[in-house]
């Protein structure tokens, strides 16, 4: 292994990711500041436009933050988490030469006589890395994804950055407490570093969605795995906007929307695991339009059971109006001391997020035709909670809210009409905490992903 493949968790490392970085969020600092304290006017629109230049042009882990912070509702100013929500990645790709020192680092000098054959150009760019396709001497196709260098440095002076972010607008204008969601991030972001890591726990979704109709999920091949390398059968597929874009029947809509409702929440309500990257370059469709696949399992959450029973409990409590099981609800997972006024809140959210699940019909995942009436109730929800003293955000929230809003937008782009409220009842019809509990140990076990803490 070279010297530099060595430190990829260097001080220097973390120092030149900062140099990039501290401009943008030290400029965020300056405008907020001056425009709250001194009264100074800024263009909040303007600056978002800059920060977007700046961040774009950064490949990996502070790109992929600033895409989860755009849909987590007041985690920053509006016009930031417009702009930073159309951010994508622009990496530029490693070169033959650097893939072939890379690939020797994690599988040794005859690293070549493992495949028939090895791509030299890369397939696809990944947030944390480059794919690239390849051929087993049994002839299977693999896509191997090499993690780009220096990631652990990058991911850590990316944190610092965040954190300084997302404090300075707590104390400006914010009314939840985002600490819990940054611990979360930082906690999330740490462990997608970990290839060996992803390769368990694509296998615990292979195990989870085994049998699901219209879901296929890669398997991951062990031996030419490493902690930077992840190698795993190469599914045949085209990328859902692509399809999309050849506007495609209804029918056909509603089917890979009812796919992708399956692959997101059969793994929720009945192992108590969530994937925590719902975006549409994760998810393709298959050969014949049987179905779609599902991509990258670096950011998954893994909930204890009586986290999803308080889930289903808060969705009957806002079907049936009881006050008091949405309260219990809300304790379950660990919201305190909330006044009528700030649960009364909270439910006006869950009305919103929950309509859909409610309604036993065909419809939209949203009847209004306005992109941006999500972000208006999201707005007008966190008004309330300002006026009636803001709260504390459990840790567990972020990747469940990523994947209900983000889905929810995916739903939007399919223009999928479907029952949502028959899709939700055939996971939760039998639902019991002991029963959520034994699936998901023998799952985890299975394949090797840590038991939740």
Same mark, same amino acid.
């Given at each position: 292994?070279?010297?530099?493949?060595?430190?990829?968790?260097?001080?220097? /490392?973390?120092?030149?990711?900062?140099?990039?970085?501290?401009?943008?969020? !030290?400029?965020?600092?300056?405008?907020?500041?001056?425009?709250?304290? *001194?009264?100074?006017?800024?263009?909040?629109?303007?600056?978002? %436009?800059?920060?977007?230049?700046? *961040?774009?042009?950064?490949?990996?882990?502070?790109?992929?933050?600033?895409?989860?912070?755009?849909?987590?509702? +007041?985690?920053?100013?509006?016009?930031?988490?417009?702009?930073?929500?159309?951010?994508?990645?622009?990496?530029?790709?490693?070169?033959?030469?650097?893939? $072939?020192?890379?690939?020797?680092?994690? *599988?040794?000098?005859? #690293? %070549?006589?493992?495949?028939?054959?090895?791509?030299? %150009?890369?397939?696809?760019?990944?947030?944390?890395?480059?794919?690239? $396709?390849?051929?087993?001497?049994?002839?299977?196709?693999?896509?191997?994804?090499?993690?780009?260098?220096?990631?652990?440095?990058?991911?850590?002076?990316?944190?610092?950055?965040?954190?300084?972010?997302?404090?300075?607008?707590?104390?400006?204008?914010?009314?939840?407490?985002?600490?819990?969601?940054?611990?979360?991030?930082? +906690? $999330?972001?740490?462990?997608?570093?970990?290839?060996?890591?992803?390769?368990?726990?694509?296998?615990?979704?292979?195990?989870?969605?085994?049998?699901?109709?219209?879901?296929?999920?890669?398997?991951?091949?062990?031996?030419?795995?490493?902690?930077?390398?992840?190698?795993?059968?190469?599914?045949?597929?085209?990328?859902?906007?692509?399809?999309?874009?050849?506007?495609?029947?209804?029918?056909?809509?509603?089917?890979?929307?009812?796919?992708?409702?399956?692959? #997101?929440?059969?793994?929720?309500?009945?192992?108590? @695991?969530?994937? /925590? &990257?719902?975006?549409?370059?994760?998810?393709?469709?298959?050969?014949? $339009?049987?179905?779609?696949?599902?991509? &990258?399992?670096?950011?998954?959450?893994?909930?204890?059971?009586?986290?999803?029973?308080?889930?289903?409990?808060?969705?009957?409590?806002?079907?049936?109006?009881?006050?008091?099981?949405?309260?219990?609800?809300? %304790?379950?997972?660990?919201?305190?001391?909330?006044?009528?006024?700030?649960?009364?809140?909270?439910?006006?959210?869950?009305?919103?997020?929950?309509?859909?699940?409610?309604? +036993?019909?065909?419809?939209?995942?949203?009847?209004?035709?306005?992109?941006?009436? !999500?972000?208006?109730?999201?707005?007008?929800?966190?008004?309330?909670?300002?006026?009636?003293? !803001?709260?504390?955000?459990?840790?567990?929230?972020?990747?469940? +809210?990523?994947?209900?809003?983000?889905?929810?937008? @995916?739903?939007?782009?399919?223009?999928?009409?479907?029952?949502?409220?028959?899709?939700?009842?055939?996971?939760?019809?039998?639902?019991?905490?002991?029963?959520?509990?034994?699936?998901?140990?023998?799952?985890?076990?299975?394949?090797?992903?840590?038991? @939740?803490?």
């Amino acid at each position: 292994m070279s010297g530099s493949d060595r430190g990829e968790s260097t001080l220097f /490392g973390e120092m030149r990711r900062m140099v990039r970085t501290s401009g943008a969020v !030290g400029g965020i600092a300056a405008r907020v500041a001056g425009q709250r304290f *001194l009264g100074l006017k800024t263009d909040k629109g303007a600056h978002a %436009e800059d920060l977007k230049q700046i *961040l774009g042009g950064l490949k990996g882990p502070l790109m992929k933050v600033a895409q989860f912070l755009s849909t987590v509702p +007041d985690a920053l100013p509006e016009e930031y988490a417009q702009q930073l929500a159309t951010l994508q990645s622009n990496a530029p790709p490693m070169g033959w030469p650097f893939v $072939r020192r890379r690939m020797q680092s994690e *599988l040794g000098p005859s #690293w %070549e006589s493992k495949f028939a054959s090895f791509g030299r %150009e890369a397939a696809a760019a990944a947030s944390l890395g480059q794919v690239h $396709r390849a051929t087993l001497p049994d002839g299977r196709e693999v896509a191997c994804k090499l993690q780009y260098p220096d990631m652990p440095s990058v991911v850590e002076a990316d944190l610092r950055q965040l954190r300084l972010a997302m404090q300075l607008y707590r104390r400006m204008d914010s009314s939840l407490d985002n600490e819990e969601v940054y611990q979360e991030l930082r +906690d $999330r972001l740490r462990e997608e570093l970990d290839y060996e890591r992803e390769a368990a726990q694509m296998r615990l979704y292979g195990t989870m969605l085994e049998g699901v109709p219209g879901v296929v999920v890669p398997q991951p091949v062990q031996a030419l795995t490493t902690k930077r390398l992840l190698t795993m059968t190469w599914l045949e597929g085209r990328a859902i906007q692509a399809r999309l874009e050849e506007n495609p029947p209804q029918e056909e809509r509603n089917a890979y929307a009812a796919a992708l409702f399956r692959a #997101w929440y059969v793994p929720f309500y009945r192992y108590g @695991v969530i994937h /925590g &990257d719902p975006h549409l370059g994760n998810y393709q469709t298959r050969p014949g $339009r049987d179905g779609i696949n599902l991509l &990258d399992f670096g950011t998954i959450r893994v909930f204890k059971p009586s986290f999803v029973a308080a889930v289903i409990h808060l969705y009957e409590a806002v079907r049936d109006g009881d006050e008091d099981k949405a309260q219990a609800a809300y %304790e379950s997972w660990g919201f305190r001391n909330l006044s009528r006024e700030t649960r009364a809140v909270l439910t006006e959210w869950a009305r919103f997020l929950y309509e859909p699940l409610i309604q +036993d019909r065909v419809r939209p995942i949203q009847e209004s035709d306005d992109p941006a009436y !999500g972000r208006r109730i999201a707005q007008k929800v966190h008004e309330g909670l300002k006026r009636t003293g !803001g709260v504390r955000v459990p840790r567990e929230f972020p990747l469940m +809210d990523r994947a209900a809003i983000g889905l929810g937008s @995916v739903f939007l782009r399919l223009r999928a009409e479907v029952n949502w409220h028959r899709l939700f009842r055939e996971l939760v019809v039998d639902f019991s905490e002991a029963g959520l509990a034994e699936r998901q140990a023998a799952a985890l076990a299975r394949a090797g992903v840590p038991k @939740v803490a």
